[in-house]
Structures are given as structure tokens and as C-alpha cells.
């Protein structure tokens, strides 16, 4: 059997070709197109309070530890509000979430890995991690909030669990130019006692850095398209 | 001869260091996400998928620009329509509307927290005096110049438990009233839900109509 000097070059071209689309298919699925994120922190000085947060966030996945404490000491009056989030492509803007322009129907979907602690040692008023998939308009030069997905978590315990929080939702506006989405998590403590002698109050959200990245909120993928 | 086994050759090479190309890359594609999935995957996963819906304006408002709706008269008419589609089984939730500020929509907001935590214990507990509780707590949410309620049989209040199927399309009438017919500031009317409620926690969706004067 002969074999043309061309059938070679055609079959390593096509060779060539097949492997470097293989490569760049799952290269792109490995690596959503999201990179930026935003942190804040609000301990307020009354009682005892303290926040901290603090993120990665890299094209393809994105990483959160947050804490919230509030803490009211046994015998006084007191109050105390901590809260930290952090939001993965916040201040929307289009390229850096994924974007849709208007649809009649818009489907939003992200997925959080959840590990760490809500601490309640002394029954705090309040102490809990939300976790949300934002939805965001934009028309005529502005970004506004459109909605979101959320799951509240207010039992004291230690966590290690994944969660997907999707929805679709019904566009009637037909104004709206475009729709992008973010992820985000807060944690929030509160304590308040307003009349002594007050029994020791302690609540903390704790998905902090000890032993990183043992604690942690994990975000590997955040998606928008029709549905 | 020598000419095709040399071409035997080169092809045979090719697809010989195509294929060691290919495991090498996929390798580091694979070793990749393993460095970037948690050391120590999840014991569970759970999904939270809500049934697909949205809000139609039906009548009184008009479009105001960059998102905004205005009163054109004293009472006007949404209609939130609840799809279910993506869910498997019939599920159960609470329907809100609540009244807000711009400003106040994205931020934590304690009183809309205490709010739907008394709803999903109310759920939770299928106790109706929590409910009813809610509903007034609600209510105080909006100022004296608008009003919103679900216009449901005789019951005209802010809060309302439904069950919907898989496949079932759920029609909600709210009812916006200004008594002066424009309102001086902006608002926000979110349309909650509340949902899966188990003992660890509760779930949510939300969708914002934005008033202006």
C-alpha cells in the first residue's frame, strides 16, 4: 500500500486539530468565567463584637472564610451585631459574570461547598450563614438587584455539605438589556440583652481560616442561561 | 518500499505522540481540578431548586426607566405567576410581599430575617398563630402612602401558604395601593417565597419591583 506524502500532512493536521480541541473544551469547562469578588466586615462596639472576612477568587473557583461574633458577658446589659460577607463578582459588570441579554425566561444557578461551625454557647439572638445566587438588571446605564436564590442555615453545629441553588425566572420586562448573576455568603451574630443581670450570650458563625482550608466556603461555578 | 515504510513511520509517530500528548494534558487537566475541588469533598449535596415564575404588571403602572415602574393610578395589579417546573414533587410555600428602600434591598436586613424566620417556624411547627403574627409584622413594612396585599378569595393580607405540583402554574393577584395615586420616594415591593424548611434552616427566593414617585 503507498501513502501519500499529503494523506500524512492531512491526517496530522486532523490529528493536531482533534487533540487541541479536546484540550480547549475541557479547559473551559474547567474554569467559569468569573474572577472578582468583594469582602466587608461590620463589628459593631456594643457588648462584644467582632467580624472578619476574607476571600480567593480565581477564574474557575473561588474560596470565602468568614466569622461573626457577638458576645454578651454574664451579668451586664449589653448588645452586640457582628456580619461579614463576601460576594463573588460583585459591582456586576458585564464580562466578568457570566451575561445574558434579555430572555423571556432566565435560569440562574450556582453551587456552594459549605464547611465549618455556627457556634451557639449561650443562646445568641441570632447566628447564621446565608449563602445566595444573585440575579442583577441592567437598563439604561444601571445596574440593579433583580432577585435571587438564598438558603439560610441557623442551627449550631458543625457543617460539611454541598448545596446547588437554582431558579428560573420569568422575565416580563422587556426593557431590561441584560442579566448577570453573583454568589454570595454572610454570616451574621447577634446578642442582646437590654435588662440585667443577663445570662452569658455567645453566637458565632465560624467558617475561619484555623487550619485552612479545613473551613471554608467553596464556590466552583456560577451559571446563567435560558431556560 | 522504503518510501512507505518510511510514511508508516512518521504516521505511527504522530499518532503515538498525539496520544501521549493527550494523556499528558489530560493528566494536568485532572490534577488541576483536584487542586482546585475541597481536599474533602461534601458528605451531602442538596439542591435547592425554587419552580420557575416571575411578576407580570397587569395594570397602573408605567415604565419610569432603569428598571423603575409609576403609579399611573390608586390601586394597580401584579400578578406573581409560580411555574412548577423543576421540581419533582408537590412542595409548600409561603408567599410574601414585603416593603423596602433601594438602598436597604441588598443589604442584611434584620427585621425581614426575623420576619421569615417566624414564617418558617410557623411552617415548620404548621402553627397559623405564627402565621398570623408574620402577617401583621409584615404589614408595618410599608409606609403609610402604599399599601400591597394578596387578593385571594376575602383575605386581603401580605402573606399567603400555598402547595403547587410539578407542571402546575399558580396565578398570585396582588393588589399595590397608593392612596394619593404616586408615592414621594422610591420603594422596593419584594415578592418573597419561603420554602424547605427543615430543623437546620429554610430556603428563599426573591424578586424586586421598584416603585419610583
Known amino acids: ?227 | 518500499m522504503d518510501s512507505d515504510y518510511k510514511y508508516f513511520l512518521i504516521i505511527s509517530s504522530l499518532i503515538v505522540i498525539t496520544l501521549i500528548m493527550f494523556t499528558l494534558f489530560s493528566s494536568i487537566v485532572i490534577i488541576g481540578e483536584r487542586y482546585f475541588i475541597p481536599w474533602e469533598p461534601p458528605k451531602k449535596t442538596y439542591y435547592h431548586i425554587f419552580p420557575a415564575g416571575g411578576y407580570k404588571i397587569i395594570s397602573g403602572f408605567k415604565k419610569a426607566g432603569k428598571g423603575y415602574y409609576s403609579l399611573v393610578s390608586k390601586k394597580a395589579l401584579v400578578e406573581f405567576i409560580v411555574r412548577g417546573e423543576y421540581i419533582n414533587e408537590s412542595q409548600t410555600y409561603a408567599f410574601i410581599v414585603y416593603c423596602t428602600t433601594p438602598e436597604k434591598v441588598e443589604d442584611f436586613n434584620p427585621a425581614l430575617f426575623a420576619i421569615l424566620d417566624k414564617v418558617a417556624d410557623a411552617m415548620y411547627k404548621n402553627n397559623s398563630d405564627l402565621l398570623r403574627e408574620a402577617s401583621k409584622i409584615i404589614e408595618k413594612s410599608f409606609p403609610r402612602e402604599l399599601k400591597a396585599y394578596i387578593n385571594i378569595g376575602i383575605s386581603s393580607t401580605p402573606l399567603y401558604v400555598f402547595e403547587i405540583n410539578p407542571k402546575e402554574t399558580l396565578r398570585i393577584p396582588v393588589v399595590i395601593e397608593a392612596p394619593l395615586g404616586k408615592v414621594s420616594k422610591s420603594y422596593v415591593i419584594v415578592f418573597i417565597m419561603v420554602g424547605e424548611v427543615t430543623e437546620e434552616g429554610y430556603s428563599t427566593s426573591e424578586m424586586c419591583l421598584y416603585i419610583s414617585p
Open chain 1, 1 to 227: 500500500m503507498k501513502i501519500k506524502r499529503k494523506t500524512v500532512i492531512i491526517l496530522a493536521l486532523s490529528l493536531l486539530l482533534l487533540s487541541s480541541t479536546v484540550f480547549t473544551v475541557l479547559a473551559e469547562k474547567r474554569a467559569p468565567p468569573y474572577a472578582n469578588a468583594k469582602t466587608y466586615a461590620l463589628p459593631l462596639r456594643s457588648g462584644y463584637a467582632s467580624a472578619d472576612a476574607d476571600v480567593i477568587a480565581k477564574p474557575g473557583y473561588g474560596r470565602a472564610r468568614l466569622l461573626a461574633v457577638a458576645h454578651v458577658l454574664g451579668g451586664m446589659e449589653g448588645e452586640a451585631y457582628a456580619s461579614s460577607y463576601v460576594e463573588f463578582n460583585a459591582d456586576p459588570l458585564p464580562g466578568n459574570s457570566p451575561t445574558l441579554s434579555w430572555a423571556p425566561r432566565i435560569y440562574a444557578e450556582t453551587y456552594f461547598h459549605i464547611k465549618g461551625a455556627i457556634i451557639d454557647v449561650g443562646g445568641a439572638q441570632d447566628h447564621r450563614l446565608i449563602i445566595s445566587c444573585n440575579v442583577y438588571y441592567y437598563e439604561s446605564g444601571h445596574w440593579g438587584f433583580y432577585g435571587c436564590i438564598a438558603r439560610s442555615f441557623r442551627n449550631p453545629g458543625d457543617y460539611n455539605s454541598g448545596h446547588v441553588l437554582g431558579k428560573c425566572f420569568d422575565v416580563y420586562d422587556m426593557d431590561i438589556e441584560e442579566f448577570t448573576v453573583t454568589a454570595k455568603c454572610s454570616a451574621v451574630a447577634a446578642a442582646s440583652c437590654r435588662q440585667g443581670p443577663c445570662p452569658e450570650l455567645y453566637g458565632a458563625v465560624d467558617f475561619y481560616s484555623e487550619g485552612y482550608p479545613y473551613k471554608y466556603i467553596y464556590v466552583p461555578y456560577l451559571e446563567l442561561w435560558l431556560c
